[in-house]
């Protein structure tokens, strides 16, 4: 048998057969968004690739740089607004550190704690690899219109808050 890549509609047709039983109908939906996601990651990886990044690093230099001047947050800032764990967060900052992209620096106000600032460095790659990511993302969402991006923006919107 060849092998070939199923459409979502595909398996669904599938499982139909097997278990018509099944409501079946939101798997199809769900697998397109799930391949949409997987196709728009690796179009944004490679865009972070070229400037020695990743999703996580970019995320967090990304964090670091939209706070605004001095572009410092304590790790408990960080891990709220990118909606991560402590150790996730410090992970991403011992790589970024180690790479010369962010230092720590004791907190004047409690010892405590640290304050992650991006370098001289991290502020020149972000500075470059956001202007990237911006384009690569007005890439892939420039073949909808704008009544289309509208709509889709606002139903998956919609769903979200209802989730």
Not at 28 to 40: F, K, Q, S
Not at 139 to 163: H, K, P, V
């Amino acid at each position: 048998m060849d092998e070939q890549t199923l459409t979502p509609d595909d398996i669904r047709a599938q499982w139909g057969r097997e278990r018509p039983n099944l409501d079946t109908e939101p798997m199809a939906l769900i697998g397109r968004m799930g391949r949409l996601v997987r196709a728009l990651t690796a179009e944004m990886e490679a865009t972070f690739a070229r400037h020695g990044l990743n999703g996580a690093s970019f995320d967090l230099l990304a964090t670091l740089r939209r706070s605004g001047d001095p572009y410092a947050l304590t790790a408990g800032e960080l891990m709220a607004q990118m909606m991560i764990t402590s150790g996730t967060v410090t992970n991403r900052i011992n790589r970024l550190e180690a790479q010369g992209l962010v230092v720590r620096r004791s907190d004047k106000d409690d010892a405590r704690r640290a304050i992650v600032a991006l370098t001289e460095a991290g502020f020149e790659v972000i500075e470059r690899a956001v202007e990237d990511h911006v384009a690569t993302q007005k890439r892939l969402t420039e073949m909808l219109s704008a009544e289309e991006f509208a709509q889709i923006d606002g139903l998956l919107a919609n769903w979200l808050e209802r989730l």
